[in-house]
């Protein structure tokens, strides 16, 4: 065996039954039906991809992107404070949030709160949020994943103060909270173009956004979905190619959507779903 592949193959990681949890917002409801009936994966992520080394550098991260934040003088906390989003059919999903971020007056949108997530980006999905000159451009799924945090109830034991308290009602020295935040930061080459229109992307990019833009319960609906299936022992029908959560490619050749996901390199049970 190759040094690599040793290193690579201790670094993967099984996987763990299923259980409902915000983190999972995106999910494709097909596969995540069929995880929660307890079916196995056809397509285990192959080592050589280094899934968990790159789901582990997301961690590494949150941790410098919360460091540098302190080190400038913000004021941050509430790291990994454990919340409970209810659903419109009643269940409790639990989720972890990566903090708060109190934004003084003299910063953009400062004397407000921010409740933020932190994300790393590879070079392609970092460039495309930066389109023709526009604000860059989050990705639905954490825009959803924020709000889902926003509208949840503070459940942790280490701040039993705060207990069932909305998220997004918290005030902190009569600051409210202002909306969103997602920090965004690129983990390779931020630079765009060649030759001369060479040009180089900031490092970290912030993107602001109003809790309002999100319908949470439509959200939240979607573990009602994946629970109903289990409790029936079914599994929905796959959807359609341009729903975000299958990572829609627009081609240009065939003028339609192609869902990057459905692919055995990034669903664990493309062979099941596909029926091949
Ligand atoms: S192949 Fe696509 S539609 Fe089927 S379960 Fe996987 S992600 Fe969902």
Redesign the pocket.
């Known amino acids: 065996m190759k040094l690599n592949e040793l290193i690579l193959l201790s670094a993967s990681s099984g996987e763990s039954a299923y259980h409902h949890r915000v983190s999972g917002v995106a999910r ?4 995540a039906a ?1 995880h929660a009936n307890g079916i196995d994966r056809s397509n285990p992520s192959d080592p050589i991809h280094g899934n968990q080394f790159r789901f582990d550098i997301g961690h590494d991260v949150e941790a410098r992107v919360i460091s540098a934040m302190e080190d400038a003088g913000l004021g941050v906390g509430f790291n990994q404070l454990r919340v409970v989003a209810r659903t419109p059919g009643g269940l409790e999903i639990p989720g972890h949030i990566d903090g708060i971020v109190l934004l003084p007056e003299e910063v953009d949108r400062g004397g407000k709160w921010y409740l933020f997530d932190v994300k790393s980006a590879g070079t392609r999905s970092y460039q495309r949020m930066f389109w023709r000159g526009q604000p860059p451009k989050p990705k639905q799924a954490h825009l959803e994943q924020v709000s889902v945090y926003a509208n949840a109830f503070v459940d942790d034991d280490n701040h039993p103060d705060i207990r069932g308290v909305r998220l997004r009602d918290l005030e902190f020295d009569g600051m409210p909270c202002g909306g969103g935040l997602i920090l965004y930061l690129c983990v390779d080459s931020t630079a765009r173009g060649s030759g001369d229109s060479r040009e180089y992307l900031p490092r970290l990019t912030e993107c602001h956004f109003d809790l309002d833009d999100v319908d949470v319960d439509t959200v939240l609906s979607g573990f009602d979905d994946v629970e109903r299936h289990r409790l029936d022992g079914t599994i929905p029908p ?2 359609e190619p341009t729903d975000d ?2 990572w829609p490619n627009f081609n240009r050749k065939t003028r339609k959507y192609k ?1 990057v ?3 055995p390199r ?2 664990e ?2 062979s ?3 029926e091949i």
Request: glycine share 0%.
């Open positions: 494709c409801p097909r596969e069929m796959k959807p959560r299958l869902p996901r459905c692919s990034w669903c049970r493309f099941i779903c596909q």
